[in-house]
């Protein structure tokens, strides 16, 4: 499932290719995606240009100038993924909508499980209930320590899903969650309540570190976005404890432990996460 960093990356891949270009035609192959793409999607986008990419938590937004200016919002689901198809370069099954840009590279969607969307949005971003609600990036200078000692005061919820909460901060997957909670040693089910500054000082700075590492490393698949028939935009990072139980801690040696937290699947070391 694309996490924070793979549309990150995905927004850096593409946004060379894209970025002041006016949209020529768009293509929509299949509208029923998890939210259908709008009726009125074609007549808003053909003419306008491209502005500047942004991200915020999980969503791509993509703002267009032109006559009725505006922003898309898209969201990749759980399988979803862009790229630069050239033009002529045939669709494949799942690639479900094409913008064609005035220079002949078509920015196409592929989803084979239809969990993703675009929308529209008209006016300022700030006023969609979606991104309204949400905390801050965890790469900011509003995530820290501090912030997550203050919300987690009085909470019984387990720490793992706590930090997974997008109203505490945004794009802390299932992934980075667990690697995070070891990086810090902090064991997963622990109370957020019940858990010291200092603890979560060590904890904001290890979501910042996973996060940038796997960022950094989706760097090197930025020219993965243009052409070819790759999936673009995923990568492995070396993972300590996510995927792993039943396997051996990297630091102890340790049998690492599944437990399920939040409709989650959580492994960690039950040596190292106190
Ligand atoms: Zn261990």
Known sequence: MPELPEVETTRRGIAPHVEGREITEV?????????????????????????????RAKYLLVPLEGEAPGTLLWHLGMSGSLRIARLGELP?????????????????????????FV?????STEQDARLARLGPEPLSEAFDGERLFARSRGRRLAVK?????????????????????F????????????????????????????LAAAI??????LRDFVGGTGEPGY?????NVYG?????????????????????????????QT
């Open 119 to 123: 929308d529209w949005l008209a006016g």
């Open 244 to 272: 792993r139980d039943g396997q051996p801690c990297r630091r102890c040696g340790a049998e690492l432990r599944l437990v399920t937290l939040g409709q989650r699947a959580s492994v960690f070391c039950g040596h190292c």
């Open 27 to 55: 293509i929509v192959r299949q509208a029923r995606l998890r939210v259908p793409v709008p009726a009125d999607l074609v007549e808003r986008l053909v003419g306008a240009r491209i502005g500047d990419l942004a991200r």
């Open 92 to 116: 494949k099954k799942h690639d479900h909508l094409d913008l064609v840009l005035d220079d002949g590279a078509i920015l196409r969607y592929h989803d084979p499980r239809r969990f993703g």
């Open 216 to 221: 950094t490393q989706g760097g090197t698949t």
């Open 161 to 181: 899903p706590f930090l997974m909460d997008n109203a505490v901060v945004v794009g802390v997957g299932n992934i980075y969650a667990a690697e995070a909670l």
């Open 183 to 210: 990086l810090a040693g902090i064991d997963p089910r622990r109370a957020a309540g019940r858990i010291s500054r200092e603890r979560y000082d060590r904890l904001a700075a290890a979501v910042r570190e996973v």
């Open 235 to 239: 990568f492995k990072q070396r993972l």
